[in-house]
């Protein structure tokens, strides 16, 4: 028996059994497998729940709204964007729908489990702006900071003596995640106020003086990082989901 046709390329007939032996060739058939598992889990998901309905008015509200946007008002324009998008309306109205459920999925999954997850990532979402001027000897280092708490000024010394690239921004760093420090960093800057020195500590044969700038502690009311943590916690749920899932490739 042959191959279903799943493409028509010049009036020549591309059979999935061929078209997979491309994805392979390419290096791109895992990815196209995923994708396919990540939307077959979504859509049952989205299909077997009765907590994620939504208004049918708010799908055609957005229709329109698009249509407005976009200058598609003309419905001979809107059909031939849809032809020309490869869709037609049912499909294209039925996506829309999607998204919305979509968006109500991710939250009924995660709502339950978002403060924990806040919790446990607030060491990396804390941030801290910090300057600093590395160097390659404890002494030197220690001179410096006699220097800076002397009044001398911590930006002509980072642009003088640092070996960082940031000397050239008079050692200015920028904000750096709580998480990512060294251990023996992150306990200076905990402790430390704005403007105060930390330093200086060794760090991979070098000596670093920080100057702490500004903290910015993450706040769980950050709609946009409630928004980042909800999606990563949903591709958690997500990938846990693929990974029970029993997948067998049948091309014949």
Do not use: C
């Amino acid at each position: 028996m042959e191959s279903l046709s799943f493409l028509m390329v010049d009036d020549q007939s591309i059979s999935i059994q061929q078209a997979v032996k491309y994805l392979q060739a390419s290096g791109k058939l895992g990815q196209f497998m995923s994708d396919i598992l990540r939307q077959h889990v979504i859509e049952q998901e989205i299909a077997m729940r009765e907590d994620i309905e939504i208004s049918p008015a708010l799908t055609e509200q957005t229709i329109i709204d698009f249509r407005l946007k976009n200058q598609l008002t003309d419905p001979q324009s809107f059909q031939d964007w849809l032809k020309n998008n490869g869709t037609d309306y049912a499909t294209f109205h039925s996506s829309v729908a999607l998204g919305f459920k979509l968006e109500k999925l991710k939250v009924v999954v995660t709502q339950a489990k978002q403060q924990e997850y806040f919790i446990e990532r607030k060491i990396y979402l804390d941030r801290v702006v910090l300057s600093r001027i590395i160097v390659d000897n404890p002494e030197l280092g220690e001179e410096l900071q006699i220097q800076i708490e002397e009044g001398a000024s911590f930006e002509q010394l980072a642009r003088e003596y640092s070996l960082a690239d940031d000397k050239i921004v008079s050692g200015m760093m920028g904000p750096v995640s709580r998480g990512t420090m060294p251990d023996i960093l992150r306990a200076g800057v905990d402790v430390a106020k704005p403007g105060q020195l930390v330093g200086p500590i060794e760090l991979e044969g070098r000596y670093g003086l920080f100057r702490v700038e500004q903290f910015l502690p993450a706040s769980s009311e950050d709609t946009q990082l409630k928004q980042a943590l909800q999606n990563e916690l949903f591709e958690k749920w997500l990938a846990e989901k693929i990974q029970k899932l029993t997948v067998k490739l049948q091309v014949s």
